[in-house]
């Protein structure tokens, strides 16, 4: 069964840090793209970040650029989203997703996980 468990979502006061992590299973994953999404309430989801297979190319939200960092560990099959500098526009469920071939910023990925809810106070 093919599954994508995110995890290290909470609450945390603006200019706060969290680190979301995202553990992928169920086949195997060479070559895929993984990449993280939000949607907040009364909105559609947004991109947010993207890896390539190898971690040589990363692509962000321009709203995130300069505070959240994405990475990958290939032998474990998960992929993380280190946020700082968090702020309360940045609250949102965040779902990863894992894909083949796809556009880094479109929602066009195979797998989604189920979304973990990050809540920035002010």
């Known amino acids: 069964q093919v599954q994508l468990l995110e995890s290290g979502g909470g609450l945390v006061q603006a200019g706060g840090s969290l680190r979301l992590s995202c553990a992928a299973s169920g086949r195997a994953w060479n070559g895929y793209v993984r990449g993280w999404f939000r949607q907040a309430p009364g909105k559609e989801r947004e991109f947010v970040a993207a890896i390539n297979w190898s971690g040589s190319s990363t692509s962000y939200a321009d709203s995130v650029k300069g505070r959240f960092t994405i990475s990958r560990d290939n032998a474990k099959n998960t992929v993380a989203l280190q946020m700082n500098s968090l702020k309360p526009d940045d609250t949102a469920v965040y779902y990863c997703?894992?894909?083949?071939?796809?556009?880094?910023?479109?929602?066009?990925?195979?797998?989604w996980g189920q979304g973990t809810q990050v809540t920035v106070s002010s």
């Open positions: 997703a894992a894909g083949p071939r796809v556009v880094m910023t479109t929602p066009d990925y195979a797998y």
